[in-house]
């Protein structure tokens, strides 16, 4: 009796958190992985290091703002 | 213009947001994955990353320099900068192209910011859970919410009615626009731009804990080898030209936008680092981000026919397939609702930067203040926005603007801009400018690259999406213009849109032209 009980809910668990259409045929090849770690990589430590790059770089005075062109219209 | 407060940028971190919030939109986490899908997975990444270090990269900062350069001689505008690099009276003109391009593009976009927000309450109220595996349910609300079925359908709209976000969403945009540079755009990104990243992030480590997303990652990701062999599928043409329109409109390069932001930028700052900064942050949403999420999702949950033929379109896979795949995941409604909400960041950060580049023409040319251009932008968007909304039927005016300027005139002024910088400025002189101030030392060969490079792609992509568009006998954009009375009323009402611009660059010129007169300033 206990073992149907279980097998229903098994299903019901399955049935819920299962996606409905699974396909074998594109598991992630090699070729796919590659592709994959080497785009998001290269993005991903791309963008990483053009933050640390700015990090490093950025100081009070490189604030950006336009107060250079003022003495000109002023003129 | 002495009169005339300034505007500036904050912090460096707050311009290269704002810029990466310019170029990230709906097409870097819908278009790009049904693209990638689309052709051959893998395969596809090769002519993209080509198309980023020949076309994106060296264009964005073709923008940047003509930015700073005009910026440093006192002009915000396009019209102003363009004259300021080429002393011809044709160029301010071609600058009215950079004022109708991010104008005409807001007129529809805000309406497809509003269509996320909208998606994005639905999602979260429950009211978008139209049951799993019927399509035609999801069909039928984007078509009622849109109202694609007859021309002013939306304005009776009762139920369903994206009327409330559209003034959301314009209250918004024009309040942080309203606010000024450093004060409402810069202010806005600062959070938006991380909380998009962070929304975007919960999403993909949903989507990766779902049983069996590895077949998912499968068909984005492997270089699948359906036409022969993966060289043989490197060798289709139509994919490179994808991969550089791709890279082209994700970087947001050609829309008079960056140009603007950057005008605003020191003169000795850098620029040679932000810009790639910025690009890689935009790199880094649609691939890292865009590339995890949607196709591995929607192919577990839908399989592979569906999606393929969903990719083709951002609408159709974002507004119809997308709700679907939510409802069939587990906790899919709070997944669909940061989904659609980084996706209404995403635009929002987008229109807000259409925006200003015109606000810059108003305040500079017609020494205009803030209110009073944002009142004269406010009443002449939301006549084209209003227009757009009107002819809703199966979105044939969206489509047309779309087409007409978030297209056709972009490859029009991003070959004009690198014809500037590499023909005009010069590359001498263009590098010295990239160079001055930079944190990065950008290799020479770049400004060949700039110089020939570029201007050949540029134009060898639009000559053959050119012949593509004149050949294709079922939407040919040249016979709609004469055979469908609301195509041809809508290209009519982007000409009068140009023609106000060119009026106002007329006037502008005169001014500027005056002052220089008078010995008041260097212009």
Known sequence: MTWPVLQLLAQAVEAATAPATQTSEYHLTLGGWVVMVFSVGFVTGLLGWCIWRVMRESTPEKVHSQIDVEPIDKA | ?523
């Not at chain 2, 004022?99 to 007129?107: H, R």
């Not at chain 2, 990766?208 to 289709?236: D, H, Q």
């Not at chain 2, 000795?268 to 680092?273: G, T």
């Open chain 2, 1 to 523: 213009m002495a009169e005339q407060s300034r505007q500036n940028w904050g912090t460096r971190i707050g311009v290269i947001l704002a810029v990466t919030g310019s170029a990230v939109g709906l097409g870097n986490f819908l278009r790009f994955p049904g693209l990638a899908a689309k052709y051959e997975g893998g395969a596809f990444m090769i002519p993209y990353f080509i198309a980023f270090f020949l076309l994106g990269l060296p264009l964005a900062w073709v923008e940047w320099s003509l930015g700073r350069y005009g910026g440093a001689r006192g002009f915000n505008s396009a019209p102003g900068i363009y004259r300021a690099v080429w002393k011809s009276r044709l160029s301010p003109y071609v600058g009215a192209l950079a004022m109708l391009v991010p104008v005409g593009i807001y007129m529809f976009y805000v309406l497809i910011e509003a269509w996320c927000l909208g998606y994005a309450w639905y999602m979260a109220t429950g009211q978008l859970n139209l049951g799993q595996g019927d399509k035609t349910a999801y069909i039928s609300f984007f078509s009622s919410f849109v109202g694609d079925a007859e021309n002013g359908s939306i304005l009776s709209a009762t139920e369903h009615s994206p009327l409330v976000f559209i003034a959301i969403c314009v209250f918004v945009n024009f309040f942080l626009i309203y606010r000024g540079l450093n004060k409402g755009i810069e202010w806005f990104c600062s959070w938006a731009m991380p909380a998009l990243v962070v929304c975007a992030l919960i999403v993909l480590v949903r989507v990766l804990t779902l049983p069996g997303i590895e077949s998912g990652l499968g068909f984005m990701w492997n270089p699948r080898t359906s036409s022969g062999s993966f060289w043989k599928s490197l060798a289709n043409g139509e994919m490179w030209l994808a991969a550089a329109g791709q890279i082209f409109f994700s970087l947001s390069v050609g829309f008079g936008i960056i140009v603007n932001y950057a005008s605003y930028v020191k003169r000795d700052a850098d620029i040679a680092l932000s810009g790639l900064t910025s690009a890689a942050g935009n790199e880094f949403c649609e691939v890292g981000l865009g590339g995890m999420i949607v196709i591995p999702a929607a192919f577990l949950f839908l399989g592979a026919t569906t999606v393929m033929q969903a990719s083709d379109s951002s609408f159709n896979l974002g507004f119809m397939t997308l709700p679907m795949v939510f409802a069939s995941m587990p906790l899919g409604q709070y997944v669909g609702t940061l989904f659609f909400f980084l996706l209404f960041l995403a635009a929002l950060t987008s229109s807000l930067s259409m925006l200003q580049p015109a606000i810059a023409l108003l305040e500079e040319g017609l020494s205009l203040n803030r209110r009073a251009s944002v009142a004269v932008l406010g009443f002449i968007t939301f006549i084209g926005s209003g227009f757009v909304l009107y002819f809703s039927k199966s979105l044939v005016a969206l489509d047309t603007f779309d087409f007409w300027v978030g297209t056709f005139c972009i490859y029009i002024l991003a070959t004009f801009q690198v014809l500037l910088f590499g023909w005009v400025l010069g590359i001498e002189r263009g590098y010295a400018e990239i160079s001055h101030g930079a944190e990065i030392r950008i290799p020479y060969w770049f400004m060949y690259i700039i110089k020939y490079v570029s201007p050949v792609y540029l134009l060898a992509i639009f000559v053959i999406w050119l012949y593509q568009q004149i050949t294709e006998a079922k939407a040919n954009r040249f016979t709609a213009i004469y055979s469908d009375p609301v195509v041809l009323l809508s290209v009519c009402f982007l000409l009068a849109v140009f023609g106000l611009f060119a009026l106002l660059v007329s006037q502008s010129v005169r001014r500027w032209t005056s002052a220089a007169s008078e010995g008041g300033n260097s212009r």
